[in-house]
């Protein structure tokens, strides 16, 4: 079964970095799209950064510039980078297949702005 593991979040600073990490397992990793999403208190699940297979990523207006989203199909891990931090930010996250998202939703990992 689709197993997906988050890691890599924390409390950080304004203007402070973070790099998430995402193991999967169960699925044909190298051919499935990927996305990280984040759902901030009393908000909605959104992606925020997506990576297909040939590795053409997007990317919400919001974190444009600021994330940036990897792969490595030899470890089945996608990876966020997340640059210039804002409290805005402050959000779980998750990653999953994109478009089209499993039912299986991983624990997430918490990012915490905050001074």
């Known amino acids: 079964q689709v197993q997906l593991v988050e890691s890599g979040g924390g409390l950080v600073q304004p203007g402070g970095s973070l790099r998430l990490s995402c193991a999967a397992s169960?699925?044909?990793?190298?051919?499935?799209?990927m996305g990280w999403y984040r759902q901030a208190p009393g908000k909605r699940r959104e992606p925020v950064a997506t990576?297909?297979?040939?590795?053409?990523?997007t990317y919400a207006d919001s974190v444009k510039g600021r994330f940036t989203i990897s792969r490595d199909n030899a470890k089945n891990t996608v990876y966020l980078q997340m640059n210039s931090l804002t409290p805005e930010d402050t959000a779980v996250y998750y990653c999953?297949?994109?478009?089209?998202?499993?039912?299986?939703w991983g624990q997430g990992t918490q990012v915490t702005v905050s001074s």
């Open positions: 169960g699925m044909l990793f190298r051919f499935t799209a």
């Open positions: 990576i297909t297979t040939g590795r053409t990523t």
């Open positions: 999953n297949r994109w478009p089209s998202a499993y039912d299986y």
